[in-house]
């Protein structure tokens, strides 16, 4: 069992930052890929980026190529995303999850463990 605690969302303006934290507890944080996925009312849940256990492998939806950045630290047992010049479409709310299949998983189903979800809102 791994239990997943996002913070740091908010509302921000277009064109502003933030840096959303997800803190992993339970099991050996370090042998899980992670995800942060968002999800918009009446919107399936999509990726957003990705990211190996060895931090050395990442993946990122084309529409936040070069604005986000996954990252991670196994030592705090926590992976964040970095998120620059947030475009209103950013908005949603965004879950971070783990999973310990091997290969980097894109699909929401591949991971095991979901935390609660952080809402991003993003106005124009």
């Known amino acids: 069992q791994v239990q997943l605690v996002e913070s740091g969302g908010g509302l921000v303006q277009a064109g502003d930052s933030l840096r959303l934290s997800c803190a992993a507890s339970?099991?050996?944080?370090?042998?899980?890929?992670m995800g942060w996925f968002r999800q918009a009312p009446g919107k399936e849940r999509e990726i957003v980026a990705a990211?190996?256990?060895?931090?050395?492998?990442?993946y990122y939806t084309d529409s936040v190529k070069g604005r986000f950045t996954i990252s991670r630290d196994n030592a705090k047992s926590t992976v964040y995303l970095q998120m620059n010049s947030l475009k209103p479409e950013d908005t949603a709310v965004y879950y971070c999850?783990?999973?310990?299949?091997?290969?980097?998983?894109?699909?929401?189903?591949?991971?095991?463990?979901w935390g609660q979800g952080t809402q991003v809102t993003v106005s124009s």
């Open positions: 339970g099991r050996t944080f370090s042998r899980y890929d």
């Open positions: 999850a783990a999973d310990l299949n091997n290969g980097l998983g894109l699909a929401t189903s591949r991971y095991d463990y």
């Open positions: 990211i190996a256990w060895s931090g050395r492998i990442t």
